[in-house]
């Protein structure tokens, strides 16, 4: 199994972002997704620059991928994802059908996690379209991975979510911005300010999701590196890894040395909240079972 590293899902300085992938160039993941998937006014890096960080990274021997926006909602963001579909030198990922639309019948493509691919009737129409990788949804569980690697299209490769907060939803309406008053265009950029996303309490004072500007996730962190070998069994191509503000690089090391067999360092010093993995066992999300 090859480790991706996804997209940055926060708002990070440039600096932090050049540093960050600095350091991923001498990482084991092989491949790295590049872009802003969640909001338009992060442009801390704007497309020539992600761009000109793909080639540095390819240079480096990594396969780079182009991420697309996640929600579309202006004739600027649309235009932004026109050239992304048609930069011919970078495979793209498809997060919502816009894209599919550009790249289908032109390249292939990466149908992304927020595609809603359920079955292998769906599988197979996104094969019929272009897509050569899809990114299983979140929220399936082991044994429909099970069901839909039986089905799956003759070089359909297949990609897990391993390890990150769990993207949710994503709204027009900025949660980070209502959070601190202000309106959704003149944010101030206050999500720089949470460099993991900002954590929402429940009234008992429990921690129940994350804000990230537009964008739900989960207040846990999804980890699938206990099931490593069961999703190398299942024959999963590629495995996930979510970007977080530290410790990245030893997380990466650690799934790196489990897809290859071997006993990778434990993760329970390295996360930035408790783990959570039900979904993969059939059960409710922010659960949590140790197979260890």
């Known amino acids: 199994m090859k480790i991706a590293v996804g997209p940055v899902l926060y708002y990070w300085t440039r600096e932090v972002?050049?540093?960050?992938?600095?350091?991923?160039?001498?990482?084991?993941?092989?491949?790295?997704?590049?872009?802003e998937v969640v909001c338009s006014r992060r442009h801390n890096l704007r497309l020539e620059d992600w761009i000109g960080l793909a080639r540095e990274l390819a240079a480096s021997g990594k396969q780079v991928v182009l991420s697309s926006q996640a929600l579309i909602e202006s004739e600027g963001e649309l235009k932004v994802l026109r050239r992304i579909a048609a930069n011919g030198e970078f495979a793209v990922e498809a997060n919502e059908m816009g894209?599919?639309?550009?790249l289908s019948g032109r390249v292939p493509f990466i149908?992304?996690?927020?595609?809603?691919?359920?079955?292998?009737?769906?599988?197979?129409w996104f094969a019929q379209l272009g897509a050569c990788r899809y990114v299983l949804p979140l929220e399936l569980a082991r044994e429909v991975l099970r069901e839909l690697q039986s089905v799956r299209p003759a070089g359909m490769q297949t990609e897990v979510f391993a390890y990150g907060r769990m993207p949710l939803a994503f709204s027009a309406r900025c949660f980070t911005a209502r959070h601190h008053d202000l309106s959704k265009d003149d944010c101030q950029y206050r999500c720089l300010e949470n460099a993991d996303?900002?954590?929402?309490?429940?009234?008992?004072?429990?921690?129940?999701?994350t804000l990230n500007g537009l964008q739900t996730q989960s207040a846990r962190v999804y980890d699938l590196s206990e099931s490593v070998a069961d999703l190398r069994d299942l024959g999963v191509d590629v495995l996930r890894l979510s970007p977080q503000s530290d410790n990245m690089m030893e997380i990466i090391a650690s799934f790196h040395e489990r897809s290859a067999g071997r006993a990778g360092a434990r993760l329970d010093d390295l996360r930035v909240a408790p783990?959570?993995?039900?979904?993969?066992?059939?059960?409710?999300g922010m659960d949590y079972r140790s197979t260890a």
């Open 17 to 35: 972002l050049l540093d960050f992938y600095a350091r991923i160039a001498d990482s084991p993941a092989e491949i790295v997704y590049l872009g």
């Open 99 to 102: 894209a599919v639309r550009l």
């Open 111 to 124: 149908a992304g996690p927020h595609l809603n691919i359920y079955n292998g009737e769906t599988l197979a």
């Open 197 to 209: 996303g900002l954590a929402l309490k429940t009234r008992e004072n429990t921690e129940f999701l």
């Open 275 to 284: 783990p959570c993995n039900g979904y993969w066992h059939g059960a409710p």
